[in-house]
């Protein structure tokens, strides 16, 4: 159906919709769904969830593309992609680290497709294994992240963590409804939104580096050959399991109810970073820093709809939107969903892997034609990141502060670039800040502490973050020992 007429078209235009979405920095997948369903209504269900999945899929590919030749992140799901991705992009390797995104992105999808398939079968079981203090582990581990990814020094990245939690605290508290930090003004009763922050933080704020800077992106000679892009596409199988990890860390998050890509892409990065024997590479332009996070969210679909079809529980906002359209057409996700319709669910995942993978091609084939635009001077390239990045802000939410926090957040993100403060810390932070502050009551409200600790999912998720905050400070004191035990042997000798 998928690979017939007109299956195949249906196919092509959604995908290439997404493409369109995901390179305008602020729009994502939740606006393409949003406005492809009205045009799906008259479709057959089948050709439908073509159009709505290949769309949706494109996106978290496509947006890396803008994310490491501006560093302006196409969605909140690319942020970390541009770590070290933007840093390759000013050595002039865009089309190398376009050629590992693309690659990346394309074979991560295959991997979220093939775990959703075998867990579909017990998916029940493994939904149901998680709750609230689950949800609450899972987001502190990803908020001690903070300290493997910091940019500067270790108390930098603290600090900027903590802005980001105050952050994500402003507005109605999730449980009583209790406006903190509104300044009685009405734009903050719902809190301070992300997608306008992250596009300060990083689009705007470069920018403003941009036209301070009076040059071009790359300040090397760039590569604009398919031999670099196609260089980059094998340096995903010589990271093989960076890549692997990154999927698999992408699918897992993914099957968390609400938690989204961007969790999954931070999430993926920091354990790329935390595995790695040469930690200083990363955010200095590290192939992996792009590898890993690319494999993630494009993973993270394939884990998303676990609960969305198991359960009929929105797996992220897209999910949400898809789940909509299946309800349209008279089809309800849930348990009977495999005994009804089990044609609809093979749908869905063979569209979410040939979308993924038309997606790359296209990307693999563009790329070095989009690599010439870091060789761009500045004083045409930044009032375009400008506008787009305001336009995206406002497109999102449709809210004029929306541009204004933008462009607050831009002269914050120049600030931070300036003294070494972590712009990484700050956008975790904001991501995870709800997601630990309700997870937290509702933890402490139906199992209280001893319960919330002795769930061994949440106890083990416990450990695991104790052990990777005490890695480094154990391999630094090991290490200090036997450069002590060298010296002294040394001295003795001499």
Not at 194 to 220: H, Q
């Amino acid at each position: 159906m998928i690979l017939s007429w007109p299956g195949i078209a249906f196919l092509l235009g959604g995908t290439l919709v997404g493409m369109v979405f995901g390179i305008l920095p602020g729009l994502g997948g939740a606006q393409v769904l949003a406005l492809l369903l009205p045009m799906t209504f008259s479709l057959h269900p089948e050709y439908a969830i073509i159009m709505l999945i290949g769309a949706a899929g494109a996106v978290p590919t496509a947006g890396s593309v803008t994310g490491i030749l501006l560093n302006t992140p196409g969605s909140s799901q690319n942020v970390a992609s541009t770590f070290d991705g933007y840093p390759l992009a000013k050595q002039g390797k865009a089309g190398y680290a376009i050629g590992a995104a693309a690659m990346a992105s394309l074979l991560g999808a295959l991997v979220g497709a093939f775990v959703l398939v075998l867990i579909l079968p017990l998916g029940r079981q493994v939904v149901l294994a998680f709750s609230y203090p689950e949800y609450f582990m899972v987001t502190i581990m990803g908020l001690c992240l903070v300290a493997i990814l910091g940019e500067g020094t270790m108390w930098k990245g603290i600090m900027s963590a903590g802005l980001g939690l105050m952050l994500a605290f402003v507005g109605a508290d999730p449980i009583e409804g209790i406006v903190r930090y509104g300044l009685g003004m009405d734009y903050l009763y719902d809190g301070v939104k992300l997608v306008p922050v992250m596009i300060g933080m990083f689009a705007i704020s470069e920018a403003l580096s941009l036209l301070l800077g009076k040059k071009s992106v790359a300040d090397e000679r760039i590569e604009v050959g398919m031999g670099g892009v196609w260089k980059g596409a094998l340096a995903v199988f010589q990271n093989f399991g960076s890549f692997l990890r990154g999927a698999v860390t992408g699918t897992l998050i993914g099957i968390i109810p609400g938690v989204g890509g961007a969790v999954a892409n931070l999430a993926a990065y920091g354990q790329a970073k935390a595995t790695a024997k040469d930690k200083d590479s990363f955010g200095k332009g590290d192939i992996r820093g792009v590898i890993a996070p690319e494999a993630a969210n494009n993973a993270k679909d394939g884990g998303a709809l676990v609960p969305t079809l198991i359960f009929g529980i929105p797996g992220s906002l897209d999910m949400a939107i898809l789940i909509g359209a299946l309800m349209v057409f008279g089809i309800t996700p849930g348990p009977r969903l495999m005994l009804d319709n089990p044609g609809i669910i093979m749908v869905l995942v063979s569209t979410l892997v040939l979308g993924n993978v038309l997606a790359g091609l296209v990307i693999l084939g563009w790329a070095p034609l989009l690599a010439r635009v870091t060789s761009i001077k500045s004083s045409f390239i930044a009032p375009t990141v400008l506008v787009l990045g305001l336009l995206g802000s406002y497109a999102t939410y449709g809210h004029f502060g929306d541009m204004v926090v933008a462009l607050i957040f831009g002269i914050v993100g120049y600030c931070f670039q300036a003294f070494g403060f972590s712009r990484v810390a700050l956008i975790i932070a904001l991501v995870l800040g709800g997601l630990i502050e309700k997870n937290f009551y509702q933890s402490m409200l139906v199992f209280g502490i001893e319960g919330s600790l002795t769930r061994p999912i949440a106890f083990v998720t416990l450990l695991l973050t104790i052990a990777m905050l005490a890695f480094p400070f154990v391999r630094s004191t090991l290490a200090r020992r036997v450069l002590g035990a060298a010296s002294r042997e040394g001295s003795k000798g001499a």
